[in-house]
């Protein structure tokens, strides 16, 4: 199945930063061998499902009991933790809190055989320098391809049907992403108005432009204040691919310096504007020019000479209702095409939720 990602990414691997995947067993090892320069991650969301599931087994009152709620907050805080040394320490102190008692143990066992033993893949400790634009869990594209799913409307009958039910959620897919494109372009929040943003407004997308004017209000207030900035963790640079707030400090123009009333407010110096390459090309707004994926099997009853095959489980599809074959290497050919012209992270997404349906159930995947 990874391989028929890869060879559908179509793409240069070089720019496949991260992979998050859950927790399923034997594709770690299929990871690096099919993308070896990408960065394996497990999804945040599923460990904390798996681990709430595991331990309330070995507690009195299951998933209600108290000593449940308190281990997955302290869990929750561990996987947050921004550096190695501090989630070192919290992990040593549930150690100790949890180690007296014989459930107490077995979930720190569960916790420590299961997931700490591969902590690199997960900590925000380690994973806040992986390249991932925030996408820690995998639980947004199982949303997407639930919906997908919803579309469906639980038929197993015809392909025709499936088509189209595909062909209806990917146009309206399309529809509200167009839509959103073009606000983003448009509407600008006033709070995005002003010189530091007016070469990159408009063509950067306003989430990252946000998450940067958190980052420049930490920094004016630091300079206000003079209140000195907690240590630089690098995640809004590595993680997120915008400056932080210790970069708007560098940025400072270097003639300021004393010569000021003894306040307590510091005037703040005006800072160069930000240009595109502050910030990563990911975040980009670039005019769209992919069309809505058409598929109209009703037209498109050609021989189809080459078989090409996904997966038994589609083989077997195919195998029962031949008489569909030449409809689904249209409608593939068809989404193929459209599906080239996608930006590499949407293909990830897509693909994401093509294999989800492909294995059944999102939430078991
Ligand atoms: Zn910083």
């Given at each position: ?10 793409i ?15 594709l ?143 146009k ?62 690098k ?6 691919g ?39 090309p ?12 058409i ?71």
């Amino acid at each position: 199945m990874l391989e028929v990602l890869k060879n559908a990414l179509c793409i240069n691997l070089e720019r496949l930063k991260v992979i998050v995947t859950d927790n399923e067993d034997g594709l770690e090892n299929a990871i690096e061998d099919v993308f070896p320069n990408a960065k394996h991650q497990l999804c945040t969301w599923h460990i904390e499902k798996k681990i709430l599931a595991k331990i309330s087994e070995k507690f009195a009152g299951g998933t209600e009991s108290e000593s449940v709620q308190e281990l997955i907050k302290e869990w929750t805080a561990l996987v947050n933790c921004t550096n190695v040394e501090s989630s070192n320490r919290a992990w040593a102190a549930m150690q100790g809190k949890w180690n007296n008692t014989s459930a107490g143990m077995g979930a720190i066992k569960y916790i420590h055989d299961e997931y700490i033993v591969r902590k690199e893949k997960f900590l925000k400790a380690y994973t806040n320098h992986n390249l991932h634009f925030g996408n820690n869990a995998s639980s947004r594209v199982e949303g997407a391809h639930g919906a997908l799913k919803k579309y469906f409307g639980g038929s197993s009958g015809d392909l025709y049907i499936i088509f189209e039910a595909m062909e209806a959620h990917l146009k309206d897919q399309h529809i509200a992403a167009s839509k959103k494109l073009s606000d983003e372009c448009q509407k600008i929040p006033n709070l995005l108005q002003i010189p530091l943003f007016e070469d990159v407004v408009k063509k950067v997308s306003s989430y990252a432009l946000r998450k940067a004017h958190e980052q420049y209000l930490q920094f004016q207030r630091s300079y206000q204040f003079q209140q000195e900035l907690p240590a630089c963790t690098k995640y809004h640079n590595h993680a997120l691919g915008i400056p932080c707030a210790h970069d708007f400090f560098s940025r400072l123009p270097r003639v300021e310096q004393q010569a000021e009333e003894p306040t307590t407010k510091k005037r703040i110096p005006e800072l160069p504007a930000l240009k595109m390459t502050d910030f990563n090309p990911h975040w980009w707004l670039q005019v769209s020019t992919v069309r809505p994926i058409i598929v109209d099997p009703r037209q498109s009853n050609s021989n189809v000479e080459n078989t090409r095959t996904f997966t038994q489980q589609q083989e077997d599809i195919l195998a029962e209702v031949p008489r569909n074959q030449a409809i689904l290497e249209q409608g593939l050919a068809d989404i193929q095409t459209q599906f080239g012209h996608l930006p590499v992270h949407q293909k990830v997404a897509v693909l994401n939720q093509v294999m989800g349906i492909a294995s059944g159930d999102p939430s078991a995947s």
